[in-house]
């Protein structure tokens, strides 16, 4: 029987992925970096976790929340926007949610934006009333709309939302947006956003009960510790006593420094855990202050 048609075996854990697209590497590789590996299988829709039982099914990213509501997967790796987008469709369909936000992973940012025509003069919200607005967000938009208590035609479109407007098809937009350089290319201005987006770990509403809990909790004390080091540094050096006040003010973004008395001489030695960018820049400001022999050192593991 083939792996994917038995989600009764519950002591694996099913991890839904992108299969290609802007969360395909990202998510990939934000797992690697959690200790998961696996074996390719020749479709490469499945792929078998080796060093542990955590497998990953490769998907089209809006396939995503409906697996996991069925049950088909356990967790996935989606944009918060297809994960809001189909848990309202379904609330408003009268529908408990069915799967949540577990972690916000820090990659993938973007926002829903409304966007409309440059030559328009943007006066607010109720300058929408009685226009068509284009977009693959139909019950985002629509709650939004219901917020601002406007009329508005949504016109549902699953692609190249962008150029409705151009060809009549719509006024205005809502669409996803990172840079503004598509909109601009279509003569469309954004002026509200409806949603800040970014990939998240999606998951069902409530924890497992069965041996998934543990592997869950395991992957998500990873996780939580390889988001908590992605751009850190670990930063040591020598300073004496009556510098240490000077230096740490220029390390606002560094955990509390661990301090250790150098034997037979009056230098501290310092360790810290810089959150932020370590620069150049950084390093000769901390010199002149006083420290001495600094060392800036990757961090390749991090558990809290
Ligand atoms: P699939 O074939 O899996 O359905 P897709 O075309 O729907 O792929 P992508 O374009 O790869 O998906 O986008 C995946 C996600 O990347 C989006 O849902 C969103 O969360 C995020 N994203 C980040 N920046 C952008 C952007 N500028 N445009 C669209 N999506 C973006
Ligand atoms: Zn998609």
């Excluded at 966007?115 to 226009?131: H, R, Y």
């Excluded at 601002?148 to 151009?166: F, H, R």
Aim: hydrophobic content about 45%; proline content about 5%.
């Amino acid at each position: 029987m083939s792996p994917i048609a038995t989600p009764a075996a519950r002591d694996r854990l099913r991890i839904a992925i992108q299969k290609s697209g802007r969360l395909a590497d990202p998510a990939r590789a934000l797992l690697s970096s959690c200790g998961l590996s696996w074996r390719e299988s020749r479709d490469r829709l499945f792929c078998y976790g080796e060093s542990l039982p955590v497998d990953l099914l490769l998907v089209r990213d809006d396939d995503i929340p409906g697996l996991i509501a069925d049950g088909v997967c356990d967790l996935g790796v989606v944009g918060r926007n297809v994960l809001q987008e189909q848990d309202t469709d379904r609330r408003a369909g009268g529908r408990a949610s069915a799967f949540r936000e577990w972690r916000a992973l820090g990659f993938g940012g973007c926002r829903l934006a409304l966007a409309v025509p440059e030559a328009w003069a943007w006066e607010g919200p109720a300058q929408l009333q009685g226009t068509r607005i284009a977009t693959s967000y139909p019950a985002l938009l629509a709650q939004w709309l219901a917020g601002e208590g406007i009329d508005a035609q949504v016109v549902q479109l699953s692609g190249s939302v962008e150029i409705a407007p151009k060809l009549g098809q719509a006024d205005a937009v809502c669409d996803l947006v990172s840079s503004g350089a598509t909109l601009a290319a279509n003569q469309l201005k954004p002026v509200m956003t409806l949603l800040e987006s970014e990939a998240v770990l999606a998951g069902p509403v409530t924890a497992f009960d069965d041996a998934r809990r543990e592997l869950a909790d395991m992957l998500l004390r990873r996780l939580d510790g390889a988001l908590r080091i992605r751009n850190s540094k670990l930063l040591m050096f020598q300073a004496s006593r009556e510098a240490v006040p000077g230096l740490l003010p220029l390390l606002p973004d560094a955990e509390a420094p661990t301090v250790m008395q150098v034997d037979g001489c009056d230098s501290l030695a310092l360790q810290a855990l810089c959150h932020g960018a370590v620069t150049w820049q950084r390093l000769e400001d901390l010199k002149r202050a006083g420290a001495r022999g600094l060392l800036v050192l990757p961090v390749e593991g991090m558990l809290a």
